[in-house]
């Protein structure tokens, strides 16, 4: 049997995205630039899913339980032509934790806690912020969750996660991984170990 394909969404922008600020697991809503892209999102989806012969209201949605990812996919059903309200959540889809560093910029993550940052540097896929998660245990998570699926799946999620599932099906390696920038307002297609990108 094939392996499940995922068609990824990352949540639309938020003002703290647009200001460089870590959220992690804090619920920041979508600003009105966000809520343009979730919309992009599911015309683009739409187009992605016809051409492999999938119907809206058959394949199963599955979300982060972070607000930003429910709006986003909200939105994106609409665009579909689908009930808004008509997917499931998972935890496991929910953002990488960032611990004390959470609503912090780079620069202020460096000012708070400078030799943590340092050996952060080194290994960003395997040393965690201060009080929050690796990318490596994170991807053990987006592993779990992607095997636990039936059968293809669109799913909203954030851009840490993303790096992580790449990872979980040998898509990326960490090292390329960690500084990939996860677009919003496009799809992410995995399938037999790859990712495209359809914008």
């Not at 599911?42 to 058959?58: T, W």
Request: overall charge negative; aromatic content about 8%; glycine content about 10%.
């Amino acid at each position: 049997m094939a392996s499940p394909k995922v068609y990824f969404v990352r949540h639309g922008q938020t003002e703290w995205n647009a200001a460089g600020r870590f959220q992690g697991t804090q619920d920041i809503p979508l600003n009105e630039r966000g809520k343009g892209q979730a919309v992009r999102s599911g015309e683009l989806l739409a187009d992605i899913l016809a051409a492999d012969s999938h119907d809206p209201a058959k394949i199963p949605f599955v979300s982060s339980p972070l607000g930003r990812a429910r709006h986003t996919m909200e939105l994106l059903r609409g665009a579909l032509g689908v009930p808004p309200h008509g997917y499931q959540l998972d935890d496991r889809l929910r953002e990488v934790g960032y611990g004390h560093w959470e609503g912090s910029t780079l620069v202020q993550m460096e000012q708070s806690h400078p030799e943590h940052f340092a050996r952060r540097e080194v290994d960003k896929w395997g040393v965690p912020p201060p009080g929050g998660e690796s990318y490596a245990s994170v991807t053990l998570r987006m592993r779990d969750w992607y095997d636990s699926l039936l059968q293809d799946t669109v799913c909203v999620s954030h851009g840490g996660s993303c790096r992580a599932l790449m990872v979980a099906l040998d898509a990326e390696t960490p090292v390329r991984a960690v500084d990939i920038f996860i677009e919003q307002g496009v799809i992410y297609v995995f399938s037999d170990g790859r990712v495209e990108k359809h914008s």
